[in-house]
């Protein structure tokens, strides 16, 4: 078996929820403090691949929030009552140092609702009043990070909040493209999209946890390609989209017409806050609702609903109600409803995906990675929409790769 080499984590929103559980999920592996339960990377059938062991990371990130790592953790404990107090203490002494490779972000149209957000803002810099300006620092900082800490590579995942869609026609079709409008003031691409190009550039792997823009452009995928890296994305499939894509091949499959699918998501944490704004909610919803018609190959009538409710902390529910017909024009309900903990449920998910991809790019693979595709709601590089069929190719991959 290959050696593992060192890996760095680079977190985008590296304060948030999600990042501060994954943080806390690869120190409790390192202390032997949990096992592998929800780590898809620790099953058995990915027991040979040399994938970084979690003495081997070393993690840092960029964020537009001040708070210390271990004041976010202890608050997602206190309010959402899901993590022991031993954990929580026993993550402090590592999170501090953390907190000490935490860069400044950027805003570069992010949207209102998350620029409120901001209290930890780049320093006051007349040069950069451009996005090719904001790439020198961003790429500046990961450059910084990977030669101080001797990292063979350095994976960027993006687990900030979600950003409003720029218009499609406005998405560059080439590199050449999209590296002229850095030099423009009115450039339309998104901070998460110059977070991958400032890592795809320096042939670093990136990926994209949420549903926003990142590296789907296909002139950003190109720049991928032509540094010969890889990345990978996009929005986590955490709860109802996951059920979504196990439900929907059953009724494909046993040929009951499904009328009507209507989904209720209510979560109360900064995300859901932020998904409060119908702009930011509006790439959220786009990236749940397209699952159905891929699977069924028809588009039945659907509705997707997304609420902030302040009081459930980090945790969400989903509702849904499926009306299908069966036998002789017979109409029948299922229903289903998700409680689980957003942060919970996701952080495992981040961990798989960036030891994954960190192999991919040891192995020399470019471009998108669609064989990671059960991870992801809107995931890159044409993979079929059924989870069964994305997770045998995850297993494909891992078979080759012996």
Request: glycine residues 6%; aromatic residues 6%.
């Amino acid at each position: 078996m290959a050696t593992t080499q060192r890996l760095g984590l680079w977190l985008i929103g590296a304060r948030g929820g999600v990042a501060v559980t994954a943080i806390a999920g690869i120190i409790a592996q390192r202390l032997g403090l949990a096992d592998g339960t929800a780590l898809v990377s620790e099953l058995p059938q990915f027991a040979h691949l040399p994938l970084a062991k979690w003495d081997d990371i070393v993690i840092g990130g960029h964020e537009i929030r001040s708070a210390p790592l271990a004041d976010e953790l202890e608050r997602l404990h206190r309010e959402s009552r899901v993590l022991s107090p031993q954990l929580v203490a026993a993550c402090r002494p590592e999170l501090e140092k953390i907190d000490a490779e935490i860069r400044p972000g950027t805003l570069w149209n992010v949207g209102a609702k998350i620029t409120e957000l901001a209290d930890f803002p780049p320093p006051a810099n007349p040069a950069e009043q451009l996005p090719r300006d904001i790439l020198k620092r961003l790429q500046a900082d990961l450059t910084d990070f990977q030669t101080r800490h001797k990292l063979d590579t350095v994976v960027i995942l993006n687990v900030s909040s979600t950003e409003p869609l720029p218009n499609q026609a406005l998405w560059p079709a080439t590199w050449a493209e999209a590296e002229a409008s850095l030099a423009r003031p009115d450039c339309p691409l998104p901070a998460s999209s110059l977070y991958a190009i400032a890592a795809l550039d320096l042939g670093l792997p990136f990926v994209n946890f949420t549903p926003s823009l990142g590296a789907l452009p296909a002139g950003i995928d190109e720049l991928a390609r032509l540094r010969h890296t890889c990345h990978a994305g996009r929005d986590g499939k955490t709860g109802e989209t996951l059920m979504k894509s196990v439900l929907a091949p059953m009724f494909a499959a046993r040929n009951l017409q499904v009328m009507s699918w209507v989904g209720h998501n209510i979560f109360g944490n900064l995300d859901g806050k932020v998904l409060d704004d119908p702009a930011n909610k509006q790439a959220k919803i786009q990236s749940k609702d397209r699952l159905i018609t891929d699977i069924l190959g028809y588009t039945p009538q659907t509705l997707i609903s997304i609420e902030h409710i302040e009081s459930l902390g980090d945790w969400k529910t989903a509702w849904d109600h499926i009306h299908f017909q069966g036998f002789l024009g017979t109409p029948m309900t299922l229903q289903f409803t998700w409680q689980g903990c957003d942060s919970i449920l996701a952080a495992p998910l981040a961990i798989d995906l960036v030891r994954f991809t960190a192999l991919a790019k040891k192995r020399g693979e470019t471009g998108a990675l669609p064989w990671l595709a059960s991870f992801f709601k809107s995931p890159q590089g044409n993979p079929p929409p059924a989870f069964a069929d994305q997770y045998r190719a995850l297993e494909a991959w891992a078979q080759a790769a012996q």
